[in-house]
């Protein structure tokens, strides 16, 4: 079973924009809007984790050791 090539976040949110367009005009008959509205949420999940995993990347900081750590604000 060859593996299936894992869409970009900018692609996953053009499939979504274009199934929301597709439901919103009204001319979806009930099954395919159902199966289009399980497809537009899988999508909507997939794109929530990697912008949840960019905003993880996002707060690390690079140490001198070359070392990853979390990016902290020291308050006073």
């Known amino acids: 079973m060859a593996k299936e090539k894992e869409l970009s ?3 996953n949110l053009n499939n979504l924009e274009t199934i929301v367009k597709d439901l919103e005009s009204g ?5 395919d809007a159902i199966n289009k509205f399980t497809e537009a949420m899988k999508i909507a999940k997939t794109c929530d984790e990697k912008l ?6 996002v707060n ?5 050791d070359g070392s990853l750590s979390e990016f902290k604000i020291e308050e006073e």
Do not use: G, M, R, S
């Open 9 to 11: 976040f900018e692609e």
């Open 27 to 31: 001319n979806v008959p009930l099954d």
């Open 52 to 57: 949840k995993n960019a905003e993880e990347n």
């Open 60 to 64: 690390k900081i690079l140490n001198k």
